[in-house]
């Protein structure tokens, strides 16, 4: 996986007027979760931009941070995934975007969130899928269909493809692939079984060329789409 870095600057005020204002000024706020895992009660020190969250008898650090847009841009608007090597006041953590909030009218990115990565821990991301070769079914007049754009794996970071990639040479008329059917080495599939993943449906010429094949596979198409 490619790596995106990312400088950020750390924010003690987390509070309504406090965020409004760091906007004003250009900054993005963001949170890195899962930084560290403490036993309480904690007596450590915490740097600038830490809190520490309890839950359940479980206590866990967390960095309040600010980006600037520009920084960040390349990283938001990309098809492409990244690991982020996210430098805090000179202290780099490895991490991957986790969620963003955007606002509902302008679109305008209102907040960031990023998980931590640990080599030793799998993570679940969204991974883009590339579609290989010529379909047979569409050399028989069928459009072949991306239903799903990007797919939810698990896996450690050092496993994850920068995209997963089917091949669908073989693909016929009215056929699907489903999540069920792909298999990649050291990673779980977190997508239902069923979901279809791309599908050759049949198109009017399909239909006019080939009618009772297409006619058989009609119900697979329209389940697929």
Known sequence: MKTFKLEGKPRTSVGKKAVSALRKEGFIPAVLYGYKSVELPYEGKLEDGQVLIEHQGKGTIVTNFVVTFDAIRKLVYTPDIFAVELNINGKVQKAILKDIQLHPVTDEILHIDFLTVF???????????????????????????LVSRKLKVKGLLENIPESLHINVENLELGKAIQVKHLQYDNLTMLNAPDNVVCAVVVTRNAMSATPAATEAAAPEANQAN
């Open 119 to 145: 080599e030793d821990k799998p993570i679940t991301i969204e991974v883009p899928v590339v579609l290989d070769g010529f379909a047979v079914g569409v050399r028989a007049g069928g459009k072949l269909n």
